[in-house]
Each structure stands twice: as structure tokens, then as C-alpha cells.
């Protein structure tokens, strides 16, 4: 098989992080996360966002972003995120279930970020009405599902309409780092510094096998007069009952103690961001091809002319399409996406368009 675009967790995992796992596989260490390990986890994430954090490992991005939002959301509650959010549309009701039944609400807005005029709408709609669910957290998707990025001056619009409200905010980070290069911020001015309150700091997609951390920014929900202590303690009873106290949880520390070290998880994205740019440039080349949503970090949508697809899938190449409009295919580069194989990729394409 030629390069695959198929998405970023095709990649298994960074050599560090497996050796990390076989590391941590040997002798004994205590269980459910009471192992060293674990609480280094909280120190080094504590130090990544500059401040005092609650981390909750689990397996899943699913997982992160459904306990992570159900601690603040009451079975009549609502969860505003947007139409095209992965919470909505690809978690399986996942969220539902952890929230035991609230309402998920889609805000519109173009590149699949919320528009701040139509949340404003929404966040206070019905506020007390017994015979309406509540809203009762915002979240927002950092990369977007189409590969946009939410500038901080656009995160700061979306959490402004969250404090007037009185609302927590959540990130969806499963592309945390993709879309912190793009900005070359820091993690903090990404988002407790712009309003964000939890966030799922997805490590798997970028060289990790399976960790996921839900981290909380504790003075950051103080300050909107929420027991940071409280959420803390629902998280972890949510995560036990939500099958996700993994009593091994020294290897899903151990990954992300790996992928923490020495900023392979800087070195991994900057690898991906990379080789999407490349891709995005050489695409920009072939007549025929349009563009859909610019990639800012590394996953791209974009149409092909009649033809391409099967053209490029008959010679090998792995990506989704037939999912959307015609022709409308998806991208997606990873820590170890090779440059030839891009190269190869786009020489494809101008040679088809050629004939
Ligand atoms: C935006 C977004 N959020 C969360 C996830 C995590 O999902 P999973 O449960 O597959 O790890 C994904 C994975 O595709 C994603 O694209």
C-alpha cells in the first residue's frame, strides 16, 4: 500500500512511548492510578499549563469528552457545541449515555467554529424553565473536524458568551498539539488564559497507543464559581463507573509521561503539521482541485475532480471520501506521514489531471 491519508491514528506509537509501556510493565507498582507514575502525570501537566491541573487518564478521546462534559451536566441539562463536533456527531450517543440522557445542541458557524452570535442565543434561551433543559456547558473542537483552528481571538469570542453566561467551557483536544503549532502559542494562553475551563488532551492521535488525559484547570472554574473540588470528585466516580479507572493505569501514565518528555509531542505535530502543508501546497498545484476548508494543522478537505478518487485509490493511496458531497474527500497527515510518500501522492494526482 502506497501513503495512507486515512487519518492519524493508522500510526501506532512513537518508539519512546513503547518503551515507556515495557518499562513501565515491569515489577510492581499500585493500582488505579495511585502508582508514581500518575501523579508525575499531574506534575508535568501542571507545568505544560502553568497551573495547579486535575488530570483524569483514559483510554479514549470518546471517553475524555463524554465524562469530561457530563461533570457539568445535569440529566436536563445542554451541552451547546457545534453542528459538525465530533461530541455530536461520531461519540455514539456516548455522551448521551454519560449524561445520562441532556440534550446536545448544535450551533451553527462557518469551518465548523461556533458563531458567538448564535451561541449568544442559545446559552440564554429558557434559562429556568422548568419545562426546558438547561444549558450547561460549552464545547469547542481545537482542531476543528475540518481541520480549521479556532484563532484566540476567536476561542476569547466563544468563552466571552460562556462567562456573561455564567457557563463552563470545554475543548475537544484531540488534535491539542496540531492546533497549538498552528497558533505557536502557549498551552496556557490556548486555554485557561482565553477562557477554557476542561479540556480532553488528546495524546493517541499523535504517537501515543492509547492515553488520553482530561485536564482541569482548577482555579480557572473557581473563578466562575465552580467547586473545582466538587468536579474532581464526580470525575472520578464517573470515570470508575464509566469503565475507565483502568486499574493498569500505570501504562496509560507511562505513554504519556513518554509522550511528554523532551517534547515529542511538539516534534510529532510539527512533523504532521508539516507534511499537511506539503501536501496542501502541491494540491494547490493540480488543476482541478479545489480546496474546501484550508488546513491549518493536519487534516485537510478538499474536492477532486471527477475521477480522481478512484484514480488515486486504484493506485494505492488510502484516504476517506464518499462520506460527503461528491468528489469531497478527507486528509489527514500524522507524526509519520514520509515526505516521499506526499511527494508520490501529489505526482499522482498532476498525472492524473495531465491525462
Ligand atoms: C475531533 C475529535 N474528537 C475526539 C476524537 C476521539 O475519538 P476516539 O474515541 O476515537 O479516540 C476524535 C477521533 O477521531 C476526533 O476527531
Not at 182 to 203: H, N, Q, R, Y
Not at 304 to 318: K, R, S, T, V
Request: hydrophobic share 40%.
Amino acid at each position: 500500500m502506497k501513503v495512507a491519508f486515512t487519518s492519524d491514528n493508522i500510526a501506532g506509537a512513537s518508539e519512546s512511548v513503547f518503551k515507556a509501556m515495557m518499562e513501565a510493565a515491569q515489577g510492581d507498582a499500585m493500582p488505579y492510578g495511585n502508582d508514581d507514575g500518575t501523579a508525575q502525570v499531574t506534575r508535568m501537566l501542571s507545568e505544560l499549563f502553568e497551573c495547579d491541573v486535575d488530570v483524569f487518564l483514559v483510554s479514549t478521546g470518546t471517553a475524555a469528552n463524554s465524562l469530561g462534559v457530563s461533570a457539568f451536566t445535569p440529566p436536563w441539562g445542554s451541552v451547546l457545541c457545534h453542528t459538525e463536533s465530533h461530541l455530536l456527531n461520531d461519540e455514539c450517543t456516548a455522551p448521551e449515555f454519560y449524561t445520562s440522557g441532556a440534550r446536545f445542541v448544535g450551533i451553527g458557524g462557518v469551518d465548523a467554529k461556533m458563531d458567538p452570535v448564535q451561541l449568544q442565543k442559545l446559552v440564554n434561551q429558557k434559562i429556568g424553565d422548568v419545562h426546558s433543559c438547561q444549558p450547561s456547558i460549552i464545547s469547542l473542537s481545537q482542531v476543528t473536524e475540518v481541520g480549521s483552528v479556532y484563532s484566540l481571538e476567536e476561542i476569547h469570542a466563544i468563552t466571552d458568551v460562556a462567562k456573561t453566561a455564567g457557563l463552563p467551557v470545554h475543548m475537544d483536544g484531540a488534535r491539542f498539539a496540531n492546533a497549538l503549532l498552528a497558533l505557536g502559542c502557549s498551552p496556557a494562553e490556548m486555554t485557561w488564559k482565553a477562557g477554557v475551563d476542561i479540556v480532553s488532551f488528546g495524546a493517541t492521535k499523535n504517537g501515543v497507543m492509547a492515553s488520553e488525559a482530561i485536564v482541569v484547570f482548577k482555579q480557572a472554574l473557581e473563578d466562575k464559581g465552580i467547586s473545582s473540588e466538587k468536579v474532581a470528585k464526580e470525575l472520578g466516580y464517573r470515570r470508575k463507573r464509566g469503565g475507565h479507572l483502568h486499574s493498569k493505569m500505570r501504562l496509560l501514565s507511562s505513554q504519556m509521561i513518554a509522550y511528554l518528555t523532551d517534547d515529542l509531542w511538539r516534534t510529532n505535530a510539527t512533523h504532521a503539521n508539516a507534511m499537511m502543508a506539503l501536501l496542501q501546497d502541491g494540491l494547490k498545484t493540480v488543476p482541478g482541485v479545489k480546496i474546501n476548508t484550508p488546513a491549518q494543522a493536519n487534516m485537510l478537505f478538499c474536492t477532486l475532480p471527477e475521477g480522481m478518487e478512484d484514480y488515486l485509490l486504484a493506485e494505492g493511496y488510502a484516504f476517506y471520501g464518499g462520506r460527503w458531497e461528491e468528489g469531497v474527500v478527507r486528509l489527514v497527515t500524522s507524526f509519520r506521514t514520509p515526505k516521499e510518500g506526499v511527494e508520490a501522492f501529489i505526482a499522482s494526482a498532476k498525472a492524473f489531471a495531465a491525462q
